[in-house]
């Protein structure tokens, strides 16, 4: 059974540079969410994805960050010149879509954590 | 705009003590669900229960509960007998009739003692 899988887990980056995180979800998911989670936080909604298509975005994805998902499949989470307030765990999520809705269970990956030096 | 507030930050009880963790939320939507998550030490959340707002039944899952009660805003989970393993931290979620992204609370640390 292979659930939601994100790589890198960990990843350390110098401030200013770009990094990129990848989730891939359970296979017959359509739907895949980002979300971001401080220390001692809930996690934070960022975009989601319905197959290739982003249909939402938080206000927290300033225009430093840029989602993807090319052909519905793998998702990717771009963050330009990295500032040390984006240092957080980084999660991603996938959910079915069944019936004509969602059930909106969405099940997590293990997320990627950023620490920006 | 949507608001989930969990007001214990950490909670700490003896093995096989009963123990209950509340939920509170505000929504405008008159459809919406709720959901808890468990995320363990780990770290990878856990999805645990999902509650739509027409059904106000409450659930019961071998240990666990939950109270929903749409007149006080609130979906409380109950674990009875706690075990040492059910330490983690617990987060309570909405998500609104209009939107797919989930509002989460600031988590409840619960810490079962032996």
């Known amino acids: 059974d292979t659930g939601v899988s994100q790589d890198p887990r960990h990843k350390i980056t110098k401030r200013g540079q770009n990094v990129t995180f990848r989730c891939d979800p359970i296979?017959?998911?359509?739907?895949l969410y980002w979300y971001r989670q401080t220390l001692g936080q809930g996690p934070e909604f960022l975009t989601y994805?319905?197959?290739?298509?982003?249909?939402?975005k938080s206000r927290l994805l300033s225009d430093r960050f840029s989602a993807e998902r090319p052909k519905g499949s793998f998702s990717t989470l771009e963050i330009q010149r990295t500032e040390q307030g984006d240092s957080a765990m980084y999660l991603c999520?996938?959910?079915?879509?069944?019936?004509?809705?969602?059930?909106?269970?969405?099940?997590f990956g293990p997320g990627t954590r950023l620490t920006v030096l | 705009a949507q608001k989930v507030t969990q007001a214990q930050t950490e909670i700490s009880v003896v093995e096989k003590e009963d123990v209950t963790l509340d939920c509170v939320y505000e929504?405008?939507?008159?459809?919406?669900?709720l959901f808890w998550y468990k995320q363990p030490p780990s770290g990878e959340l856990v999805f645990l229960i999902r509650r739509n707002s027409f059904d106000e039944q409450n659930e019961i899952s071998g240990r666990y509960s939950w109270n929903f009660q749409k007149s006080t805003s609130s979906f409380n989970f109950t674990i009875t007998a706690s075990q040492v393993v059910d330490s983690a931290v617990y987060f309570c979620a909405l998500r609104g009739g209009g939107a797919d992204g989930l509002t989460f609370g600031k988590g409840t640390h619960l810490i079962i003692q032996p």
């Open positions: 929504t405008r939507d008159t459809t919406y669900y």
């Open positions: 296979s017959e998911h359509n739907r």
């Open positions: 994805f319905q197959n290739e298509a982003q249909l939402e």
């Open positions: 999520a996938s959910s079915p879509l069944t019936g004509g809705f969602s059930y909106n269970e969405q099940f």
